[in-house]
């Protein structure tokens, strides 16, 4: 009886042995599922940068299910931006990568921003109706005056003229009245009849006639325009030099345009011409 006991007991002793070790096997695994908790506690960016936002506080607990969660937004270096522009689609035809373009900011309106196009996209966005597309334009940005989320009106050069010989847009809209040229019977219009030649019409479609003011009077000066800025439109050929005076408009007495803008103000108010040098 007394063998049977100390064999009993011995079995007993046996088993308290291998339950230990599983307990201790058991705190291994809870100790390093404990250490992976505590290495996950530490994210780490995968890029250095400058923090543009946070989303969330020191010590909250971040889970990631099926969608990863945001915690900061990091630009990599502000000293390289890019400016993503909505192009309308009736011009996106006339852009192409390694075209210039400039642009300014409202925190910045008397400076401008020079910038390449690195690329136009072909997604469309629709508004309203209205179709734009994305062109990516690379800027430099040494001085760190540019920060992310400014609104730019950017401006791309097509094409552009050196000591070009240039006037007002309105030069070219302004056409005297046949009171104005002494000629009441005769108006004075330099429009193309429909029987011209058609071949004609296409190369006059860039012929134009500006009124000069010389010797006191107004004289029609057939001209060839070139490219145009919607201000002011390049004079390729004719009869023009640098500080000639073109009108632009008629003031006073009701004698002038009554289409352009300042024509015909009052029957008391003195007549003569708006010009421009």
């Known amino acids: ?40 506690t530490t994210i780490e960016s995968p890029i250095d940068g400058v923090v543009i936002s946070r989303s969330v506080d020191v010590g909250q607990t971040v889970s990631a299910s099926l969608q990863t969660p945001t915690l900061f937004v990091i630009a990599e270096d502000l000293r390289k931006m890019q400016v993503d522009t909505s192009v309308a689609e009736a011009d996106v035809g006339k852009l192409k990568s390694g075209m210039s373009a400039v642009f300014t900011v ?38 760190l005056k540019l920060r992310p989320g400014m609104t730019a009106n950017v401006t791309f050069v097509h094409e552009q003229r050196s000591d070009a010989l240039r006037i007002a847009n309105a030069a070219l809209r302004f056409k005297p009245t046949p009171e104005l040229l002494g000629t009441p019977k005769k108006p004075a219009s330099t429009a193309l009849t429909s029987t011209q030649p058609r071949g004609k019409r296409d190369e006059a479609q860039d012929r134009r006639t500006l009124w000069v003011l010389r010797g006191g009077k107004p004289v029609g000066v057939q001209v060839k325009v070139g490219i145009t800025d919607g201000s002011h439109t390049e004079i390729a050929e004719g009869a023009l030099n640098e500080g000639d005076q073109v009108i632009v408009d008629v003031a006073g007495g009701g004698t002038g345009n009554p289409q352009s803008p300042g024509g015909g103000r009052g029957p008391n108010a003195p007549g003569g011409f708006r010009r421009i040098l």
């Open 106 to 143: 409202d925190a910045y309106p008397t400076q401008r921003f020079e910038g390449l196009v690195r690329q136009i996209r072909n997604a469309a966005t629709t508004v309203q109706n209205v179709v734009t597309y994305d062109a990516v334009i690379d800027v430099n940005n040494p001085e």
């Open 1 to 40: 009886a007394d063998y049977d006991t100390a064999e009993a007991n011995a079995d007993v002793a046996d088993a308290q042995v291998l339950s230990a070790q599983g307990r201790v096997e058991q705190t291994h695994a809870a100790l390093h599922q404990a250490q992976v908790n505590l290495d996950y």
